[in-house]
């Protein structure tokens, strides 16, 4: 069965730190990959996205992810975070032949101002 | 544009009422799925539909659980029986095509549900 692994349960940074969030799914064949963020009272959003092509997508606010295939990796990075970064994000994958989205357990990113 | 609308928001149920949670998709969308999102996880699926049909609904924990679509647009999630283990947030969302490859969700705010 498909899963996803995002070891980092909650991380604090302070504004203008980097930010790395690890992603990890276990699927052998085509994936797509997601990340989502959930600002606090707010629905999920779409961050970025990755089908195919290049493995460096990048997304909204200045975050991109790599897709590295060899590790099953789909981490996801920002140079600089800023307070408004402050959210919950979730890793997803979509493979195989099911409509459905398999989620991370979620990263919860606190920015200090 | 409007996105994925969910309603209510928020609902406190008695444990063993039945409750109806609503969802509305963007206009459109072929594809509406349910997810279940517990405190402290990220969302599980529960079951999708393309149009009308249900084509899967393997995520349902019960046979509490119901969900229909009846003219492919708005879409119903009924709880039978209520438990506290039920007490979540439930998502929607809707994709344009058949929800296959290459698509992306849209998802709405969610109802979340506290059964006592």
């Known amino acids: 069965a498909q899963s996803v692994s995002q070891h980092n349960h909650h991380v604090i940074l302070s504004e203008a730190a980097s930010l790395e969030l690890g992603c990890n799914y276990s699927?052998?064949?085509?994936?797509?990959l997601f990340w989502y963020v959930q600002y606090p009272g707010q629905h999920l959003q779409l961050l970025l996205k990755?089908?195919?092509?290049?493995?460096l997508v990048k997304g909204i606010k200045g975050f991109e992810a790599e897709f590295i295939k060899s590790k099953f990796s789909f981490n996801l990075r920002k140079p600089s975070v800023q307070w408004s970064d402050t959210a919950e994000y979730f890793c997803?994958?979509?493979?195989?032949?099911?409509?459905?989205?398999?989620f991370g357990k979620g990263t919860k990113l606190s920015v200090k101002p | 544009g409007a996105g994925v609308s969910q309603s209510p928001r928020y609902k406190v149920a008695k444990r063993g009422q039945d409750v109806a949670l609503r969802c509305d998709p963007i206009s459109g969308h072929v594809s509406l799925f349910w997810y279940q999102q517990a405190l402290g996880q990220g969302p599980e699926f529960l079951t999708y539909?393309?149009?009308?049909?249900?084509?899967?609904k393997s995520g349902l924990p019960s046979d509490r659980f119901f969900a229909e679509r009846p003219e492919g647009s708005v879409s119903t999630l009924k709880i039978q029986r209520t438990q506290q283990e039920d007490s979540a947030v439930y998502l929607c969302?809707?994709?344009?095509?058949?929800?296959?490859?290459?698509?992306?969700?849209?998802f709405g705010p969610g109802t979340r549900l506290l059964v006592l």
């Open positions: 990755y089908f195919s092509g290049d493995p």
């Open positions: 539909f393309q149009n009308e049909a249900q084509l899967d």
């Open positions: 969302a809707s994709s344009r095509g058949t929800g296959r490859r290459q698509e992306t969700q849209y």
């Open positions: 997803a994958v979509h493979g195989g032949s099911q409509g459905n989205l398999i």
């Open positions: 699927y052998g064949g085509t994936v797509n």
